[in-house]
């Protein structure tokens, strides 16, 4: 063996749990570090980085350590090199994310071979998505020991090992073309990659970087068992999911009839039937070339795995029993054309009947005569289509709409379809094999997808409520923010929190359609006494004032909204020494620029402000004190253009907004906010968000440690 190579065992693990590395190498020592393999920005994403496997850069996740090379023995497919000694271990990090990593070894005489592995989520908790790694299929295009699924001796039955290095997977060192007969294990590893590990990594990636949360799950996880599956919103299948179990089968057929939802965006999926053995190390796969046994369809054997995919995705892979397999377009892999742009999940794409979107990507084929990313468009490779009379249809009395499909010459284009599936969860299906590689490049393609996902997360909230907010960068203490939260479901969360010990560090309330919406957020730190009350009218809010105030506390944050006719008020006090500071609620604009400018003629500072619509007319709180600060400017009343020209105006003079409040009268979104001339802090402000847009934000600003301290909410603007 001269090339470095490697596995590990188990394919996947929580964290706390242990994974064993065992590698093979002639060279005297090698390196490791673990990765996560991240996608390139877009725009810096060619055909000749993508010739050059450049397109994923390495995010390591640990330091480098180095150990001695040594050689082990060689197996062929169907022997687990299980003799080979262990190289070494990971137990994995309790910080690590649900995702594909990589331990990734280079020995001293230069060769590099990536070990991927699964990190699962920690027993304890999972997100809302799950997606599933294809590592039955990994497994069957792995040449390694002599022959893959695919190739000589290729007997009626053959068993495949998982514990056997995997070089088909990725490999970022090897570019297409790369000479074979130094890199043999390689010879169609650039290929192959993009339906298998790296083509996934694509399409996971972009799902984290547009700010998704997502469980990663192997093959083998899914055919043992996913504790509460159930609960999962939706189970995703992307790339080229090919080989399943029956056990699988039923795992998902199972989900579905309890109400869950399945994203399908790959091909050929759920296409041939394989057996995992009882200790989940090898899998074997049944049939001859020209007449695989297949869940749709077994003509080998006489069990029960004659299942057609077509129940679970709506479309299946082309196939007829005297022509096999037809469902392949590999050079052929174009846009796809609008058929019902109504659908809403074209909402925001502005497409209409005809349109064509995914005409670029990154699955492209092998070698420098592609010349551009034209070449990989979302449509193509292998393709499926709903069923064509041959196959079982989908579950009785579903009807599978057909969104768009490719354009490709032939009869056998990709179809994008969508279903609803009688269990009441919904079924959207890609139909293409190179979809994953057009997804991280294609605007419309990625908001299909988002539409989707929303969707499938309950995130798709229909008040018509639009948030702002401020992050900055976190300072490691713990917090929960919560928004479009009802009375009850914000009282709910602010007892569950205050008996953990959090305080309240801001808060918004807002009206929608004449009841109170709120959004919030706590923070786990000390502090003095303080107290939180609402839903106060404006003589009760005045009572509560005077009460609290002769006991010693302050108000730090007092907002208003009407709801069901009336004007309501809440507010934060804290106990506060003797400084001086004013308050005043339920003003109209003329009489808070009066008080505005006459407590700043008297030395004192705005801090807060808020403002909602009571009538025809917006009124006004606010919050000033006397204390130590930085130049500051505040305005309020400012439509959108008006407040983003005030932003960079501010911002080129070295002011931050450190405090913003959103409100909508007469139809017209307003902004009030507060500026600080600082050169000791950062702020992102974003503004139009939707209930989605905002999750998306905080998940994508939380992985580069930012965090929210306001976020405030109104309903959208009618003009």
Known sequence: MSDMQGFCWPLSAAPGETIEFRTATTASTYSVTYLRLRNRNSDEVSADVIHQSQELVEESVSGKFTLSGRIQPAHPPSEPCADWDIAFKLTVPTEWRSGLYSAKCTDSDGSTFYIVFVINPPGSQHNALLVLANVNTWNAYNPWGGYSRYETPYPVTSTLTFLRPNPHTVNLTIPDGEDTTVFPMYRAMTYDSRHL??????????MESAGYRFDVFTDLDFHSGIVDLGEYSAVILNTHPEYWSTQMFDTLENYLNGGGIVLYFGANGIYDSVDISDDFT??????????????IRSTTRDDDSARAETQLLGISSPWTLALGDRQINVVHRVAFSVIQPTHRFFKGTGVIAGSLFGDEGWCIDNGPSIPDLTQGGASGWECDQRNKGELQPAPAGTTVHLLAQGINSGELPAELTYFDHPGGGFVLSAGSMTVQGAIPRDAILQTILTNALDEALGWNDSSGTLFAAIFRESDGALFET???????????????????????SHWCGYAVEGEDRYTAIWELRSGPPWQAHYQLSADEFQTKFDELLVQGYRLTHVFGCTAEGEDLYGGIWEMSASTRWESRHGLSAED???????????????????AFASGDDAKYC????????PAWEAHHILNRSDFQATFDDLLAKGYWLVHLWTYTVEGEMRFAGIWEQRDDIETRTYYDLSFAGYQRLFNQQADQKYRPFLVCGCVEPTS
């Open 282 to 295: 090898a899998m074997t796969v049944h049939g001859t070339q020209p007449n695989r046994t297949r869940l």
């Open 622 to 629: 606010a919050v000033w004190e006397e204390r130590d600060s």
């Open 482 to 504: 919560h928004h479009a939260m009802t009375q009850e479901q914000f009282q709910s969360f602010f007892d569950t929190l205050f008996d953990k010990g959090y305080r309240l």
């Open 197 to 206: 590990t790296r083509g996934e990594l694509w399409f996971q990636n972009w």
């Open 592 to 610: 808070f620029q009066i008080v505005f400018d006459q407590l700043v003629e008297e030395g004192l500072r705005l801090t807060y402000i808020s």
